[in-house]
């Protein structure tokens, strides 16, 4: 294959001058066309190369010597890596409690990248000024919440895991409050429900529950045999026949009491009609005292008829305050003492009928004792299996109390035990191999690297020779 280069014209100026001796001759300017037509083939290249081919060999010699000797003498560099396994704390979500990070995966290897390795870096530096850094990276394997943080270095060389270690360290104390926190809660839970499980295990609380059951149950059982005693029903019918007699007693003297009221009443009639007379007369006597007031008053200068008016004055005031003692008795006492008496006999009928109906309920009390009783039995003995019950149903409670108890617990104890910490997987682990370029690799490169730079040293020095010849042609041209 050969290449054709261009045709290129060149225009030179041609000046052209006149006689030495001759004036205002015009400049005349001839526009001369050159052709200039190079091909380039690969017998051309070949013979550049071969012109230059000891430059060539010794440049591709020194590279190669320069490759050799950097591969033998290159340390062998290692891959580090420390892998961290994110924290994980309960949630309550609508399904129920669930773990969940501390933090999304994505938020720490944020916070890694951005600030602790910074400031890791910046701790070291401050430390060493003039100690090379190890370049640190973290990432996160698709799919899950683990960060790997990575490093080269030589083998032997500790400070990339002391470093990995440090920015680690960082992430794990940001994490711990929220571990801490939650820690102390399930800790806190898991001792109330120990505690809850306890008490409920306890023979004491367990006998202090039974002992409220066994007396009752003992209370029905003593009433049980009490009605079922011959004697006691016996004793309880003598005690209804004694209250029944008491109770005729009683309606008999009310009786009694109700006949004396009725007495009374007929009394109170006839000390009014008695009053009534005395009034009467005693009203006659004081109009015929005034009327002889009125006529011993004419004769009143005879000393003996004086005296007779006098008598006759103090006996009329006399009358009259007996007049006002006998119509106060009547009109006002004797009315309070009939109110009070009608008082006593309304009180007195009420009783009388109250004590009637005692009695006839006592009687009937008395003839259905035996009924009641039969049936307050029948009421113990169905409180007496009730109660029985009662018992059995306590003790299956407390079972499934005590059951569910240690379900808690133990549901507790396993998210206590389910909850991560923020930590490494592993220490720092190496590679198995070295990584980055092998030797070969890095012989073959400088090889490759050697030939390039060979063949661009020959076409460039081969383009400075023919830059140089072209210029001294130039320079002969126009001398000729």
Do not use: W
Request: hydrophobic letters at 40%; proline letters at 4%; glycine letters at 4%.
């Amino acid at each position: 294959m050969t290449a054709k280069a261009e045709h290129q014209v060149e225009y030179q100026k041609v000046h052209v001058l006149g006689d030495n001796g001759a004036i205002n001759t015009p400049e005349q300017i001839f526009m001369v066309e050159s052709h200039g037509e190079d091909e380039i083939s690969l017998i051309d290249l070949y013979l550049v190369l071969d012109r230059h081919k000891k430059s060539m060999a010794m440049i591709i010699a020194a590279v190669l010597l320069m490759g050799v000797f950097y591969a033998m003498s290159k340390p062998r560099v290692f891959n580090y890596s420390l892998s961290a396994q994110i924290g994980k704390v309960y949630v309550a979500t609508a399904q129920g409690s669930v773990l969940e990070p501390i933090e999304p995966v994505e938020m720490v290897l944020s916070k890694i990248t951005e600030t602790y390795i910074p400031i890791v870096v910046s701790e070291y530096v401050a430390q060493n000024p003039d100690a090379s850094v190890p370049e640190i990276k973290a990432r996160i394997p698709k799919g899950s919440d683990i960060i790997i943080l990575e490093s080269r270095a030589p083998e032997g060389e500790q400070l990339q895991s002391t470093m990995m270690q440090q920015v680690l360290d960082k992430v794990v104390k940001s994490h711990r409050p929220y571990m801490d926190i939650m820690k102390s809660q399930f800790i806190t839970q898991l001792n109330k429900a120990q505690l809850r499980l306890t008490e409920l295990e306890s023979p004491v609380t367990l006998r202090a529950k039974m002992v409220s059951f066994e007396a009752a149950l003992l209370s029905s059982n003593i009433k049980k045999n009490k009605l079922a005693d011959p004697l006691l029903i016996k004793v309880k019918k003598q005690v209804y026949k004694t209250k029944i007699q008491a109770h005729r007693n009683r309606l008999a003297f009310l009786q009694d009491e109700s006949s004396y009221f009725s007495t009374e009443l007929k009394r109170l009639g006839q000390l009014d009609k008695l009053l009534e007379q005395q009034i009467t007369g005693l009203s006659s006597d004081i109009e015929q005292a005034l009327k002889n007031r009125t006529v011993s008053a004419d004769s009143v200068d005879n000393p003996s008829m004086a005296m007779t008016a006098l008598l006759l004055n103090n006996q009329l005031q006399t009358d009259r305050r007996r007049l006002n003692d006998l119509q106060e008795r009547l009109y006002i006492k004797q009315k309070n003492l009939r109110e009070k008496l009608m008082n006593d006999i309304k009180n007195n009928t009420r009783s009388i009928e109250y004590e009637k109906t005692l009695v006839e309920d006592l009687k009937n009390s008395l003839s259905k004792l035996g009924v009641d009783d039969r049936n307050s039995l029948l009421e113990l003995n169905s409180g007496i299996s009730e109660k029985q019950a009662a018992i059995e149903k306590f003790k299956l409670s407390r079972q499934l109390q005590i059951d569910r108890q240690q379900q808690i617990v133990k549901d507790i104890s396993l998210k206590l035990s389910g909850l991560q910490a923020t930590e490494a997987l592993s220490e720092p682990l190496k590679s198995i191999g070295p990584v980055g370029p092998g030797k070969k690799l890095i012989v073959m490169v400088s090889l490759v690297l050697g030939v390039f730079i060979a063949v661009f040293f020959a076409f460039g020095r081969e383009f400075m020779l023919k830059v140089k010849q072209k210029s001294v042609k130039t320079e002969v041209e126009p001398e000729t």
